[in-house]
């Protein structure tokens, strides 16, 4: 079974950067054919799909973020990362890594960016 820890949040101001990463194991296959994501859950908000690296390395963004945050895999330490750049308040939430096509992410981590 997949087990997934995010780590990297923290509270910044608004233009700030953090970059979160998500250590994995347990993984069945070559941890780089994996497609991976990053979602977000802010309070009163629907759980949103950030960011995906797929299994041939393309990426994908949800619109409010494209620009400003970028993706990345590391096979050979099997980590997922999300480098965020030009932070905004509304970018606020538990960020947690899956595998795509899941909604099983780990513990999370709080990002919170202040006006």
């Known amino acids: 079974q997949v087990q997934l820890v995010e780590s990297g949040g923290g509270s910044v101001q608004a233009g700030g950067s953090l970059k979160l990463s998500c250590t994995g194991s347990g993984f069945t296959f070559v941890y780089s054919r994996y497609c991976m994501r990053w979602f977000r859950q802010a309070p009163g908000k629907e759980r949103e799909e950030v960011a995906v690296v797929d299994g041939d390395g393309g990426t994908h963004y949800t619109d409010s973020v494209r620009g400003r945050f970028t993706i990345s895999k590391d096979n050979a330490k099997k980590t997922l990362y999300l480098e965020m750049n030009s932070l905004k308040p509304e970018d606020s939430g538990i960020y947690y890594c899956?595998?795509?096509?899941?909604?099983?992410g780990g513990q999370g981590t709080q990002v919170t960016v202040s006006s």
């Open positions: 899956s595998v795509c096509g899941s909604w099983l």
